[in-house]
């Protein structure tokens, strides 16, 4: 990876995935795109308007740039996308395609996330195997399966060098997810500072796999700069660092914020997604394969979550003064 293109930069992965390259590659190396303008992303390197469901513009983009490494970080998640099933199949496998094209016409590596969605009812739940029955009931893990098999295809047919982690629910503190079943993982964190309370819509019950941003991060670049000699999926990876219900977080926010009260008012959509999804992932494959190894868990992420949200907002108010 010498000159790289993140397109949807401005969402959840994009906004700390851009940085995080800039540090490693080089500020004017790494290529910052979104549909919106993005200001923080614009001070410290590249910066373009760009729609990527526009395949002209991401191509005049990629030649202008002499890009190598395209990261399609375009997407919109599972319950969002349930409320709007056709935009969201237009915009995800859109945005997909067209970097699929231009990485095969620009000869480019491409890097596109799959998910924890891309299993459904009918997979293993818990330790989800690399390779098993992926038969989704969302929008969402139908694109993710689609373009996981197109992945597949592109590298067969074309000898595309394209890449996917399967992520499990990402937690971060720059930019909120939107629109996600796995999002509550996020909101309780900010809740618990601000009202010392939080109101979770998945059933206390339920284990999903979820990771830090710090290793999401580090796992994308670590898969990127693998041998690809030794890679046997381009599909897409599982990969796992901790597993836990609205009840097992709540109770280790509860260690350092005794007060912190947890109610729930369940959304049905949601509930029947984080249902449909796998308690655990198995990620021996990633482990193998490049070398895959967490460094977070949930007891050090909420240490380290709360630190910095309640950074965050005493910030903010100490603005508002
Ligand atoms: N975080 C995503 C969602 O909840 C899953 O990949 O939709």
Same mark, same amino acid.
């Given at each position: 990876m010498k000159k790289i293109l993140i397109i949807g930069a401005g969402g959840q992965i994009g906004s700390e995935m851009v940085p995080f390259l800039r540090s490693i590659y080089g500020p004017s190396n790494v290529i910052a795109t979104d549909v919106r303008e993005c200001k923080s992303l614009a001070e *410290?390197?590249? /910066?373009?308007?760009?729609?990527? !469901?526009? $395949?002209?513009?991401?191509?005049?983009?990629?030649?202008?740039?002499? %890009? *190598?490494?395209? /990261?399609?970080?375009?997407?919109? !998640?599972? $319950?969002?996308?349930?409320?709007?099933?056709?935009?969201?199949?237009? %915009?995800?496998?859109?945005?997909?395609?067209?970097?699929?094209?231009?990485a095969r016409q620009h000869h480019c590596a491409l890097f596109t996330p799959s998910s924890i969605g891309a299993f459904g009812p009918s997979s293993p739940k818990d330790k989800t195997p690399q390779d098993t029955i992926m038969q989704p009931t969302t929008i969402y893990g139908i694109c993710k399966v689609t373009g996981e098999l197109l992945g597949n295809y592109y590298n067969h047919k074309y000898g595309?060098?394209?890449?996917?982690?399967?992520?499990?629910?990402?937690?971060?503190?720059?930019?909120?997810?939107?629109?996600?079943?796995?999002?509550?993982?996020v909101e309780i964190y900010y809740d618990a500072i601000k009202r010392g309370k939080y109101t979770c819509a998945v059933p206390r019950d339920?284990?999903?796999?979820?990771?830090?941003?710090?290793?999401?991060?580090?796992?994308?670049?670590?898969?990127?700069?693998?041998?690809?000699?030794?890679?046997?999926?381009?599909?897409?990876?599982?990969?796992?660092?901790m597993s836990f219900t609205p009840e097992i977080i709540a109770a280790e926010i509860k260690k350092h914020i005794p007060e912190f009260e947890m109610s729930?008012?369940?959304?049905?959509?949601?509930?029947?997604?984080?249902?449909?999804?796998?308690?655990?992932?198995?990620?021996?494959?990633?482990?193998?394969?490049?070398?895959?190894?967490?460094?977070?868990?949930?007891?050090?992420?909420?240490?380290?979550?709360?630190?910095?949200?309640?950074?965050?907002?005493?910030?903010e108010k100490a603005a508002a003064e």
């Open positions: *410290d390197g590249p /910066f373009e308007v760009l729609d990527a !469901l526009n $395949a002209t513009n991401m191509a005049s983009v990629v030649a202008r740039h002499h %890009v *190598d490494t395209i /990261f399609n970080l375009v997407a919109l !998640l599972s $319950a969002v996308g349930e409320r709007n099933p056709q935009m969201a199949w237009g %915009v995800n496998m859109g945005a997909l395609m067209n970097s699929l094209e231009v595309l060098d394209t890449r996917s982690i399967r992520f499990p629910g990402i937690i971060s503190n720059k930019t909120l997810p939107g629109g996600g079943t796995t999002d509550y993982a339920v284990y999903m796999d979820m990771i830090y941003m710090p290793d999401a991060l580090k796992a994308v670049v670590e898969l990127m700069e693998a041998d690809p000699a030794k890679l046997r999926h381009r599909n897409s990876f599982n990969i796992a660092s729930y008012d369940i959304d049905p959509v949601k509930e029947e997604i984080a249902r449909s999804w796998p308690n655990s992932l198995d990620d021996t494959c990633a482990r193998e394969e490049w070398g895959w190894q967490p460094d977070w868990n949930l007891e050090r992420m909420t240490v380290d979550m709360l630190d910095a949200v309640r950074r965050k907002f005493e910030a």
